[in-house]
């Protein structure tokens, strides 16, 4: 894709003074922290797969808000729809009916697996699951939820209680009560937690932050089997795994499996306005007869993220990018494993499905350095998984060029080469990093 000059580059002095600005204003600890990784720049163009920074430096995104950018930034079709629904109408009155929420609620009906009918629009992932857990409470009359060890739904707190990791949980106790975590891709677990109390099962088809944990298709089908036994509602959170990401669809493509709800945020707009989503069959929508206002958000569903949601749905049609999400996925998964096979003492292992891939390194620090290495490289990557500090993860456009799958894998190879060398000195043994496995 031929690429616009850069065009609103902030003046580099103005630059330095928001980035003070930043660490005195909003995080000075996040200041800190990307201070050492190297930028020193605010982000201020992006256009499909790069980001310019204040100085005009040029970088490959390759995690994309967490996931979010599956049709590149700013992509034109999204970009168009959203400007002819501001001209007419930003936000919605929320009394006459909302057009644009029909619209994108009938699409994904008509693309969603079995009978995913209803859609409630809010405004993000945690949102979304905010929402599932009410909804599954309401509509099986149980309280109990059953979710997975290194599971990441959110960071509010019911999102939370269904979540891995006592780090991000513990300073918030108590979160909701009548949690049940199970370790993940584990039948017999699942088998022995669900039963006639449970209200939902909460699982990613691939745990994100969790560190790129595919989940089988075995362990997805007996989910569903589990859940049938029981009453219980299996809920698939594709906030990640939506929309391509995985190379289907959906995540739970992969196993044949269809949720009673599914959960979708990120990509849903195309990375241009919040969205977040709740879709689910008729049987658990029933609830909302009793009162049509029992859950509502005041922005969820708004006129501008509806259009957007539309118009990016349309992309990831008449662009094949599913299918394109597959075969870029293989190539830039296929780079990545020779580098591994090159260097096993600094990669365990490259694993995942179409562009959702996780690297992981054999110390926490090793991750660092790598990292900070591709940093140099002007490649951006997910820093971090929340629940796993060992993996980082390749998550770009699902439209990433051939050139640009060389340029990510060539610094991988030379960031992870450059590690190799400076960790022959280092006694990994002796620092003491978190452990890689999630504490819950
Ligand atoms: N669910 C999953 C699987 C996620 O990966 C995330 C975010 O990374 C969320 C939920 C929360 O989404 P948000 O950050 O939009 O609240």
Known sequence: MTLPI????????????????????????LATVLKFIGFDATESYARGSLVFDSHGRKYLDCLGGYGTMSLGHSHPHVVEAVKTQLERMSQSSRVLFNGPQAKLGKKLAEIAPGDLQYAFFCNSGTEAAEAAIKFARIATGRTRLVSTVGAYHGKTTGALAVSGRDKYKKPFAPLLPDVVSVPFNDIAALEAAVDENVAAVLLEPIQGEGGIIVGTDDYLRAAREICDKTGALLVCDEVQTGLGRTGK????????????????????????????????????????????????STFGGNPLACAAGLAAVEVIENESLVARSLTQGEKLMARLQQTQAKFPQCVKEVRGRGLMIGVEFGHEDVTSLVLTGLAQRDVLVVPYTFNNPTVSRFEPALNISDDEIDWAANAFEEAVAQTAMLIEDIDMDESHGEEAAPED
Not at 250 to 272: E, F, Q
Not at 278 to 296: D, M
């Open 6 to 29: 850069p065009q609103y580059l902030p003046d580099p002095a103005d630059d330095a003074q928001l980035i003070a600005d930043f660490e005195a204003h909003v995080n000075p600890a």
């Open 249 to 296: 669809m959906w995540g739970c493509d992969w196993a044949g499996v269809a949720p009673d709800m599914m959960l979708l945020a990120k990509a849903l707009s195309g990375g241009v306005v919040p969205i977040g989503a709740v879709l689910g069959t008729p049987r658990v929508w029933e609830f909302w007869q009793e009162n049509p206002l029992i859950h509502s």
